[in-house]
């Protein structure tokens, strides 16, 4: 069974073409124009054991907002379509990842129901050339579009690099570890039958 999925997202702002293969081996490929937010992209990647590859073209003479966002999009979308009826996954996973002083924690499900419990708290500015709110909006936008409950929490830190690449990392590895199919799940990991 192959767990993976294609996205292309074209809009007036931006346009995007999103892969991602859920059981890889944490390869990133491509380019947002945003050279931060890449390299965020390919800390989740890596952590998570994921195969992404993100080619965008986006208004980023107008703003990094669009781009980000409909990169979130994507990415909830393409993780909803590759993880399929969800049948055999973990379906729950949390990580506690360390970055020098700071130190972040996710915890996430795969419910079928969206929902963002935001508590990181970002210096306002930006990082190299992404706007640090946008780290929210992309988060934000997956969620809603993978039907994930997600929780970020920052348990110490102020930079923010550090809390920014901790989140990722831990996201990568909270997502890998509910997305892995456990032998023992024979159907859906829900009394309800269904995850949606």
Same mark, same amino acid.
């Given at each position: 069974?192959?767990?993976? %999925? ?14 991602? %293969? ?7 490929? &491509?380019?947002? #124009? ?49 993880? #399929? ?7 729950? #996973? ?28 970002? /210096? /306002? ?15 934000? %936008?997956?969620?809603?579009?993978? #039907? ?11 930079? +923010?690099?550090?809390? +920014?690449? %901790?989140?990722?990392?831990?996201? &990568? ?24």
């Amino acid at each position: 069974m192959s767990r993976e %999925a294609l996205i292309e997202r074209q809009t007036t702002e931006t346009n995007i073409r999103l892969k991602v %293969a859920l059981d890889g081996s944490g390869t990133w490929q &491509g380019s947002s #124009g945003i050279p931060f937010f890449d390299h965020l992209l390919a800390q989740m990647a890596r952590h998570g054991l994921l195969d992404l590859k993100v080619w965008a073209e986006g208004d980023l003479e107008v703003d990094n907002h669009h781009t980000v966002e409909d990169i979130g999009i994507c990415l909830g979308q393409a993780v909803k379509k590759a993880l #399929g009826d969800k049948k055999g996954i973990s379906r729950y #996973g949390s990580a506690l990842v360390p970055m020098d002083e700071a130190l972040v924690l996710v915890a996430l499900d795969f419910s079928g129901r969206p929902y963002l419990a935001w508590g990181l708290e970002l /210096p /306002p500015g930006r990082i190299g050339s992404l706007e640090t709110e946008l780290v929210e909006e992309f988060l934000r %936008a997956m969620v809603n579009n993978s #039907g994930l409950t997600l929780h970020v929490r920052q348990l110490a830190g102020h930079n +923010a690099h550090h809390l +920014a690449e %901790a989140l990722f990392k831990a996201l &990568g590895r909270a997502i890998r570890q509910a997305v892995t199919l456990d032998p023992r799940e024979q159907g859906i990991p829900s009394t309800k039958g269904i995850l949606s």
